[in-house]
Every structure is written in C-alpha cells, then in structure tokens.
C-alpha cells in the first residue's frame, strides 16, 4: 500500500525556520512530480510548491525567496526547508505525487503554525 507520510510540522515564531519532509512508503510508478500544498482555515488549498522529475522547481509567488523545495536522487523523499516564516504560512501543509497517468496520491498533512 502507498503512503505519503509528512513530518516537521511545528509552532514557530515569525521569522523562524521550518524543514517538512514527505517520505513515499511502497512503490509509485512514474512519478512525473511531487509537490507542497497547504490549507488555511476557511480557505481553500493551495499549491505551494512543486517539483518535477527533471528537477524543475515552481513556487508560488508569496513564498518565493524563502522557501526552497528539494528531492533525493531516489525520488522517494520530498522536502520543503521554510525560511523567514510569516503568520500567513500558518496552515496543514500537505504533500502530494503525481503520475505520469496523473494519479494523484496525498498524505495526511502536517500542522505548521506561526505566531507573530
């Protein structure tokens, strides 16, 4: 059975550093990408950050300059290092796989709250 498990989750205070890593227990073929996405309360999901199999990284642009997302060689860990934290990063961040087929796995997610 494939599992994405996240960790690294924490309360920080703003201006802190946060590293979230996303480790794929069991086998996915053809991973074509993996990415970052987090959830706000009352707002609705949001893509934070991806990277593809040939390495390409996309942010979105709230993020860009201080989070950086990275990949072992093996592709089985993604990692998202959180730098300069703000409130408006408070959320459950989640990671996700997707296939070249485009099937989408998720793991569960994992709380990242700043207080300011």
């Known amino acids: 059975q494939v599992r994405l498990v996240e960790s690294g989750g924490d309360l920080v205070q703003a201006g802190g550093s946060l590293r979230l890593s996303c480790l794929v227990s069991?086998?996915?073929?053809?991973?074509?990408?993996m990415a970052w996405y987090r959830q706000a309360p009352e707002y609705q999901r949001e893509l934070v950050a991806v990277i593809t199999k040939a390495g390409a990284r996309n942010y979105r642009d709230s993020v860009k300059g201080r989070f950086v997302i990275s990949r072992d060689i093996a592709g089985n860990t993604v990692s998202l290092q959180m730098n300069n934290l703000i409130p408006d990063d408070t959320g459950v961040y989640s990671c996700s796989a997707e296939t070249d087929s485009r099937r989408v796995y998720w793991g569960q997610g994992t709380q990242v709250t700043v207080s300011s």
């Open positions: 069991g086998s996915i073929p053809d991973i074509n990408s």
